[in-house]
């Protein structure tokens, strides 16, 4: 295991720090999704940019965590890469 990941085990045992990182976990896994998606393709932000019609700038945005897309965005950026935006709804213990 990384320090990161030492350090996080032990935070998680805190159980409003644990209630916290699960409620921005549903965030993280659009940004993780977006970035394996764009590297799937084998294209750059800039390409993505170029393809999608949005700044390169607001692309990094979104995979930094910094902005919060919409689902037209997604779904745009989806289309950029030849995909489609597919979310789903799963019970809460599920991974």
Do not use: C, W
């Amino acid at each position: 295991m990384t320090k990161f990941d030492d350090l996080l085990k032990e935070q998680m045992n805190d159980q409003e720090f644990k209630a916290e990182y699960e409620a921005l976990e549903p965030g993280f896994s659009v940004i993780q999704a977006l970035i394996d998606a764009r590297k799937a393709t084998g294209i750059s932000q800039k390409q993505l940019a170029k393809l999608t019609g949005i700044h390169q700038a607001d692309i990094s945005k979104l995979e930094n965590g910094s902005a919060n897309p919409s689902l037209k965005t997604l779904q745009r950026i989806a289309a950029g890469m030849g995909m489609k935006l597919k979310i789903t709804f799963v019970a809460p213990n599920s991974k």
